[in-house]
C-alpha cells in the first residue's frame, strides 16, 4: 500500500488521465506499508476517492473475492479499451504474511487482527465456494493439491541449488547494450585478479570466468 | 475451510521457524561479513562507558537529542514500532508519538517535512529507510536542503536537518538495498556527509551532525548495525566533523576509506606488513567538506596512496582524493595514486563477492604502488 504515497503514481495517474492513456491502474490496498497502517498513511479509507480527482473512472472492489475482482477487471479493460481512458481499480484485502523474510509482524501487528483474516482471504473464499456453493472441488483434491503444489515447488528449488550461478564476468554485462571499453577493461582486470588470487574466491559455485 | 487456512498459517509459522533457526544455525551474517571488526578502545575523559553495538549507540544518541534539546523530532518510514533495522527503539514510548513518529510512504515528503520543520526551529532527524530510496528526496536535499542559506544570503537555512540512512553492502543485498549514494552528495555544495565505521562514531558523530548548524546527511554502514559492537561512552559524546582520523601508522602507503571499507584497510594493513610494507590507515570520517590536511599531510611522508569505496569508480569520491593529493603532494609521490572501489555497474546480487573492494584486491594495489 505504500507505493501510493510515493510520487510516481500521483504522476502516472495525471499523465494517463491527461494523455488519454487505455490503461489499467491495479491498487491492492492491503493495509500496511511494512508496519504503518493506513491510517498513518493517508486519510480517507482508500485511494479510490481520489480516482475520480484525476477524473479517472474508479472501481472499488472485494479484493478477496477472487470472481468480484476478475469481473472488475474485465469490466475495466472494456472501458480503457473502448474509451480509451484509464481505470482505476482498488482492491481492498489484508496482508497476511510479513513483509518480507526480514520483517517480523507480531511486533506491530495488534492482538487479534489476524484472525479474522485467516476465513477472510482469497485462497479461503474460492476453495469455499468451489467447495460448497459450487460442490466441484473437495477436501481430498484439495490435499491433493497442495501436496502436488508442494511438491512442485521442493522439486524447483532442488533443481536450482544443482544449477551453478552465473560466470562473475556477468558483472559487467547488461549494464549498456554494448559494452564499453572501460567496462572491458574492468572486466578484464576482474579476470585476471580472481586468476591470481582463485583461493580466495567461491569459484567451485560459479560458472566459469 | 478453517482447518485448511490453519494449516496453511500452521505451516507458514513453522517454515519461518525453521528459516530463523537455518539463519541462526548457519550463522549467516558471519558467513557474509567481508571484514573484520575490531573494537577500539573508548576515548578517555569521557565519563563511564557500557558496551554497544551499531544500532544501540545510535539510538542513545536520539535519545541524548530528544532529552537535551526539547525540540528534537525524529521521524520516518516505520519509525515508530522502532524501526526496520530497530534504531528507534523504545524512544517513541520514551518522548511521546509527536516527537517520535510515523510518516507516509514519501521519501520526498520527508526531507522536505524535514526541512520544514528545521526551517521552522525544530531539531529533525529524519530516516530514510535505505539510501537506495533517497533518490525521490534528491531534489529536496540537492536544491532545497543544500541551497536554503545561500539563496536567501544567510537569512534562513534548515542547519538542523539531519537525514541518517543505512547503507553499503550486506552479502545479499543486490541492486537496491546495496549503494552508497555518498558521491551525489558531496557534489552538493551546502551539504555535509559522514559516514561512520564504529558504534563509538556512529554516537559522536551523529550528534554532531543533529547539533551541527547545516543540513547533514548521515550514511550508516548496515552491516555494522550489529556486526559492530564496542565500549561507547554513555554521556553527552560528540565527535568533529570534517576531521580526519589516522587509525595506524605507517610509513610505505597511506590507504584512505571510510565507514566499513576502513576495517578492510586496516587488515589489508596488517596483511601488508607480513611482507615487510608500512601502511598508514586514514579514516575520512566526513566525506563533505573533507579533511584534506589530514590526508595529505599523511601522504607527503609516505608517497604512496590507495583509495578505495565501495561504490562505483567512476566519479566516486576516491577520484576527488586522488586529484587533490596530485595537486597538493605531486612532488612527494612515488607512484600513481590507486583506486580500488566497486565496478561501474549496478550492485551485483549472487556475484558481490567479485564486486567488492575486498582485502584481496586492496592488497595488490599496496604492492603495486611499492613496485612501481
Known amino acids: 500500500m505504500g507505493l501510493h504515497l510515493k510520487v510516481t503514481p500521483h504522476a502516472a495517474f495525471n499523465f494517463a488521465a491527461t494523455l ?42 472485494d479484493g478477496n473475492d477472487i470472481l468480484a475482482v476478475y469481473n472488475a477487471t474485465r469490466k475495466a479493460r472494456q472501458i480503457a479499451l473502448d474509451e480509451s481512458r484509464p481505470v482505476l481499480i482498488e482492491a481492498m484485502t489484508y496482508r497476511v504474511g510479513d513483509h518480507s523474510t526480514s520483517d517480523d509482524s ?6 487479534g487482527e489476524l484472525e479474522h483474516w485467516k476465513t477472510d482471504n482469497p485462497i479461503a473464499r474460492f476453495t469455499s465456494y468451489l467447495m460448497n456453493e459450487r460442490k466441484c472441488w473437495t477436501e481430498e483434491e484439495e490435499t491433493a493439491l497442495k501436496a502436488d503444489c508442494k511438491k512442485q515447488v521442493i522439486e524447483a528449488f532442488a533443481a536450482a541449488e544443482k544449477r551453478l550461478k552465473p560466470s562473475p564476468s556477468v558483472v559487467f554485462t547488461d549494464v549498456y547494450d554494448e559494452m564499453p571499453p572501460h567496462l572491458q577493461r574492468q572486466q578484464q582486470q576482474m579476470r585476471e585478479h580472481i586468476t591470481a588470487h582463485k583461493q580466495h574466491y567461491p569459484l567451485k559455485r560459479h560458472e566459469p570466468l | 475451510m478453517a482447518l485448511i487456512c490453519r494449516n496453511a498459517f500452521r505451516h507458514s509459522q513453522s517454515m519461518r521457524k525453521n528459516i530463523l533457526s537455518n539463519i541462526k544455525a548457519n550463522s549467516l551474517a558471519k558467513r557474509l561479513i567481508h571484514f573484520k571488526f575490531e573494537p577500539d578502545s573508548p576515548p578517555s575523559n569521557v565519563g563511564p562507558t557500557e558496551k554497544m553495538n551499531f544500532l544501540q549507540a545510535l539510538t542513545n544518541a536520539m535519545d541524548i537529542s530528544l532529552q537535551s534539546d526539547p525540540t528534537t523530532i525524529i521521524f520516518g518510514e516505520d519509525v515508530a514500532f522502532g524501526g526496520v533495522f530497530r534504531c528507534t527503539v523504545g524512544l517513541r514510548k520514551k518522548y511521546g508519538s509527536d516527537r517520535v513518529f510515523n510518516t507516509p510512504l514519501c521519501e520526498q515528503g520527508i526531507v522536505g517535512f524535514g526541512i520544514g520543520a528545521a526551517v521552522a526551529g525544530s531539531t529533525a532527524v529524519a ?14 536535499l540537492v536544491n532545497e536542503a543544500a541551497k536554503y542559506r545561500y539563496r536567501s544570503g544567510g537569512l ?18 543486490a ?13 552538493t555544495a551546502g551539504l555535509k556527509v559522514v559516514i561512520p565505521r564504529s558504534p563509538i562514531q556512529a554516537k559522536g558523530l551523529l550528534l554532531s551532525c543533529i547539533r551541527d548548524d547545516n543540513p547533514c546527511v548521515f550514511l550508516e554502514p548496515k552491516i555494522l548495525y550489529r556486526s ?7 554521556g553527552d559524546y560528540t565527535l568533529p566533523l570534517s576531521k580526519a582520523e589516522v587509525l595506524r601508522k605507517g610509513t610505505d602507503v597511506t590507504l ?16 601488508a606488513a607480513v611482507e615487510g610494507i608500512s601502511c598508514e590507515v586514514i579514516d575520512m570520517v566526513t566525506i563533505l567538506p573533507w579533511d584534506v590536511d589530514t590526508v595529505c599531510s599523511s601522504v607527503a611522508k609516505t608517497g604512496r596512496v590507495v583509495v578505495s569505496h565501495e561504490s562505483p569508480i567512476t566519479g566516486g569520491f576516491a577520484g576527488e582524493v586522488a ?5 597538493e603532494c605531486f612532488l612527494n609521490l612515488e607512484a600513481p595514486v590507486e583506486r580500488i572501489c566497486g565496478y561501474d555497474t549496478p550492485f551485483p546480487h549472487v556475484l558481490e563477492p567479485f564486486f567488492m573492494p575486498d582485502k584481496w584486491r586492496c592488497l595488490q594495489a599496496v604492492k603495486n604502488v611499492v613496485n612501481y
Request: aromatic residues 12%; hydrophobic residues 35%; proline residues 6%.
Open chain 2, 127 to 140: 530516516e530514510i529507510q535505505f539510501a537506495d530510496y533517497i533518490f525521490p528526496a534528491f531534489d529536496q
Open chain 2, 156 to 173: 534562513f537555512e534548515c542547519g538542523k536537518l539531519t537525514v541518517r540512512t543505512p547503507c553499503g553492502a550486506v552479502g545479499h543485498g
Open chain 2, 228 to 234: 559492530a559492537e564496542e565500549e561507547v561512552p554513555v
Open chain 1, 20 to 61: 488519454d492513456a487505455p490503461c489499467i491502474f491495479f491498487c491492492r490496498n492491503n493495509g500496511y506499508a511494512i508496519s504503518t497502517p493506513v491510517h498513518e498513511q493517508y486519510r480517507g479509507d482508500g485511494i479510490a476517492a481520489r480516482g475520480s480527482g484525476y477524473g479517472m473512472i474508479t472501481i472499488r472492489v
Open chain 2, 175 to 187: 541492486l537496491y538495498h546495496s549503494q552508497t549514494p555518498e558521491a551525489y552528495f558531496a557534489h
Open chain 2, 256 to 271: 584512505i576509506g571510510y565507514g566499513t571499507q576502513v576495517h578492510v584497510l586496516k587488515e589489508v594493513a596488517e596483511l
Open chain 2, 323 to 327: 586529484a587533490t593529493i596530485q595537486k
Open chain 1, 106 to 111: 507480531s511486533t506491530y501487528r495488534p492482538d
